[in-house]
């Protein structure tokens, strides 16, 4: 828990650095990596979860294993957070407690608000500055 905080933190400030300040040509890469950086922290969360309650989230047998189902580790978690956060949901890892059922649609609510508010303030930002360049060429010409 103390690493996605952490993540949650440095999340918070690229976000900050995108949508508050004036950001320079670095905001795109910098969204991608916030977007990234959520999936960690999502995972982490669930990597939590799991260990406090374990069999919060079921995932895929083996083929041919007489092996009862298998207990998801970080790798299966970060994939069902990424697939959560695209909200793609191809099903094979599931979360089965009401608990992580309620993590999973809030992780693809927040990645859904995060890519809607993030391209809006994007675009808002270049509308704004195309027009303040506008406005500046036209005052030099006067």
Known sequence: MLAA??????????????LVKQASGGEAFGAVCGYLLLGIVWSLVYCALETASPDSFRVPQPMGSDVAAARPDRGALSYFSFITLATVGYGDVTPTTPLARSLAWLEAV????YLAVLAAGLVGFKVTQAINNKTSREEDHD
Request: glycine content about 16%; charged content about 5%; cysteine-free.
């Open 5 to 18: 905080g952490f993540f949650a933190f440095a999340l918070y400030g690229i976000l900050r650095a995108i």
């Open 110 to 113: 927040t990645g859904q608000f």
